[in-house]
């Protein structure tokens, strides 16, 4: 192809690609200038719930009276399914459900500043943890069936109260909480 056919098979392909631009914009954007005009700018309530087609809340938005705030994501079925909580205190959740409305997974922070990842078993209990502290020193809680921790691994030292330590360790725990091994 000499560069008078380059050339026309350029414009021709980039004014091809603004045509369909500009086709699929009207498409999926026609009538939002119309919609803004009846739109209120602030609507006040304590509640919202957002329904599918079928009539089935999805999504609830609400604020308690005791302060705490909530938005939940409802599955088909109308369980629960991830939610995004802030408590009458300001710490804020976000949670995963399974499919049987069980909590497996919190992101939170603390009233400390910490942010706190959980992952729970069929059973709620915990199961693992990663903690990155408010002075940065992040860790790993690996927890069994009542609830102990039984490993640490961190880049703190978690004999100390101290949490800007930056050493990193290794803390094996039995049952009763006891450590048996740590490295360094």
Excluded: Y
Aim: net charge positive; aromatic share 6%; charged share 15%.
């Amino acid at each position: 192809m000499d560069s008078r056919g380059l050339w026309m098979w350029t414009s021709s392909s980039v004014a091809t690609g603004v045509v369909i631009g500009v086709a699929v914009s009207h498409f999926l954007f026609a009538g939002s200038a119309a919609a803004q005009k009846n739109t209120a700018d602030v609507i006040t309530a304590r509640a919202f719930h957002v329904v599918d087609a079928a009539g089935k809340v999805r999504v609830k938005l609400l604020a308690k009276p005791d302060g705490s705030a909530g938005l939940a994501v409802m599955t088909a079925a109308g369980t629960p399914s991830a939610m995004m909580l802030v408590a009458a205190d300001s710490r804020p959740t976000i949670a995963f459900l399974d499919s049987s409305s069980t909590l497996r997974d919190a992101i939170s922070v603390t009233e400390q500043g910490d942010l706190t990842m959980n992952v729970f078993d069929k059973k709620q209990q915990p199961a693992a943890a990663f903690v990155m502290s408010a002075s940065g020193g992040p860790a790993i809680n690996i927890v069994d069936k009542n609830g102990t921790v039984r490993a640490r691994l961190g880049i703190t030292n978690p004999q100390s109260a101290d949490p800007t330590e930056t050493n990193p360790s290794l803390l094996l725990l039995d049952k009763s909480g006891n450590g048996f091994f740590k490295a360094p």
